[in-house]
């Protein structure tokens, strides 16, 4: 799976259909790290700083990506890490499945890890080429695997490693937190976490951030509960009615979450560890203003799904002890679940992005692509260029990238796209007038191709 996964990233890099929004952004980053600079994104205002490399922890609190660094002394460029995304997705499986062994039996074990393994959310985040997420469900699995087996100093630690890889998980160990209140024995560590994990929200988002030139409120997308979140918090606690209207509206926020339960045959209900997931998931349907947060596409599902799944085994070990079962019963309900849970993830192949890994249609490369791999050539090493969304990350390693888009400055090089929308531009013929204006301004036409316009100022 490790293999499939790789390959669906690193064929969409190959065909021109990744983008710099995230990639590219990444990897300038982590090449920061690996070059002991700041870890900054030539992309990241690049209206005000074109040129400059800002630190990305000024956007989201990511330092984690540190981690990735050493890969880059063996190949420097994004295909690295989409193949680091690849095998944590992968490799995550074995704490889930040492988990399920534990608590369903050895044959269930394999079912659950392969359901995991072909779930939906994953393929479309290996499929969105890489975001700091990667590291979510590995640390997931490991936190409960070993909470499981009654590690505390493991659990704490990896919750402390999952506060490293995004603000927002913050949300995600309070959940824990309030789930493990109702264990005795681990109350007080379920406390702490149900106070400190709102505090590191609080405190990477409102200090950190702003520390390294962000913004405290750059990512509120909640305008339609309130101004900020004291006015949403208020909102949410008078006007509950009007919470589970924003959570049921538009109706993707719906179908998502269905199909997030429904992956796990709604068995999380019935467990306190459906809250950790719950609270990322309600972080996003919460959102007025964000619709990328809502749906099935991106990165954003490979955060619960892991979640989902441990969550799901304690409700049926908790189910069937609750009962007084017998152990050779609670192992077969857990092999029938985990039976279903496969089956279903195999069926759902066919409808999300792994599907592309079986079709040679997908491998193809046309005119189109031959003119980007042309453009990319064009561009010298070391160059500041503009580049359209799809071609950008094949210029990552070797040029410093911005987004091509109408600024204050423009870069010396620009690698236009004339044929497809981009983003920025409301539209094709605002792109191409951006071209004109540009040749109007002294740019030298290099090559055109396909749609694609490389332009030089000398």
């Not at 534990?102 to 393994?117: D, P, S």
């Not at 998502?256 to 045959?265: D, F, S």
């Not at 013929?429 to 749609?451: I, K, T």
Request: net charge positive; charged share 15%.
């Amino acid at each position: 799976m490790a293999a499939a996964y790789a390959i669906l990233g690193l064929v969409e890099y190959a065909r021109f259909r990744a983008g710099i929004y995230d990639l590219v952004i990444f990897d300038q980053a982590v090449r920061g790290y690996y070059r002991f600079e700041v870890p900054g994104s030539f992309v990241k205002d690049q209206w005000n700083q074109l040129g400059t490399a800002v630190s990305v922890l000024g956007d989201h609190f990511s330092p984690i990506l540190a981690a990735l660094a050493p890969l880059y002394w063996i190949y420097d460029g994004p295909q690295t890490l989409i193949v680091a995304q690849a095998v944590l997705f992968a490799v995550a499986a074995i704490p889930l499945w040492r988990l399920s062994r534990r608590r369903l039996g050895t044959t269930a074990a394999y079912l659950v890890a392969a359901a995991y393994l072909l779930s939906w959310p994953i393929a479309e985040a290996a499929a969105f080429h890489f975001h700091e997420y990667a590291f979510v469900p590995l640390l997931t699995a490991v936190l409960f695997e070993r909470l499981d087996a009654g590690r505390r100093g493991a659990v704490i630690v990896s919750a402390a490693a999952l506060l490293l890889v995004k603000e927002d998980l913050g949300f995600f160990v309070a959940g824990l937190g309030l789930a493990l209140l109702f264990r005795p024995s681990w109350r007080l560590i379920g406390a702490a976490m149900a106070v400190l994990g709102p505090l590191a929200v609080w405190v990477t988002s409102q200090i950190i951030i702003p520390a390294f030139g962000g913004s405290s409120g750059r990512y509120w997308y909640y305008s339609g509960l309130g101004a900020d979140p004291g006015e949403a918090v208020t909102r949410i606690l008078t006007h509950p009615l009007d919470v589970l209207s924003v959570l049921t509206s538009p109706g993707v926020k719906m179908q998502t979450m269905l199909l997030l339960l429904a992956l796990v045959l709604f068995v999380p209900l019935l467990s306190p560890y459906a809250l950790p997931p719950a609270m990322l998931i309600l972080e996003r349907m919460l959102a007025t203003d964000q619709p990328g947060w809502w749906g099935t596409s991106y990165h954003y599902n490979s955060a619960v799904v892991m979640a989902l799944f441990c969550a799901s085994i304690d409700a049926i070990d908790r189910f069937q002890r609750r009962r007084g079962t017998a152990e050779v019963s609670r192992r077969r309900l857990g092999l029938t679940w985990a039976s279903a849970c496969a089956v279903l993830g195999i069926g759902l192949v066919g409808v999300f992005p792994l599907r592309d890994v079986f079709d040679p249609a997908w491998y193809r490369s046309g005119a189109r692509e031959d003119a980007a791999a042309a453009a990319v050539a064009v561009v010298p090493d070391g160059a500041l260029v503009e580049a359209a969304n799809q071609v950008g990350p094949n210029l990552s390693a070797r040029t410093k990238v911005v987004i091509w888009r109408p600024m204050p400055h423009r870069a010396p090089w620009v690698v236009a796209d004339v044929a497809s929308r981009q983003p920025i531009f409301k539209s094709i013929e605002e792109q191409r007038a951006d071209v004109a204006e540009l040749q109007a301004r002294g740019y030298r036409l290099v090559m055109e191709r396909e749609g694609y316009i490389v332009l030089h100022l000398p």
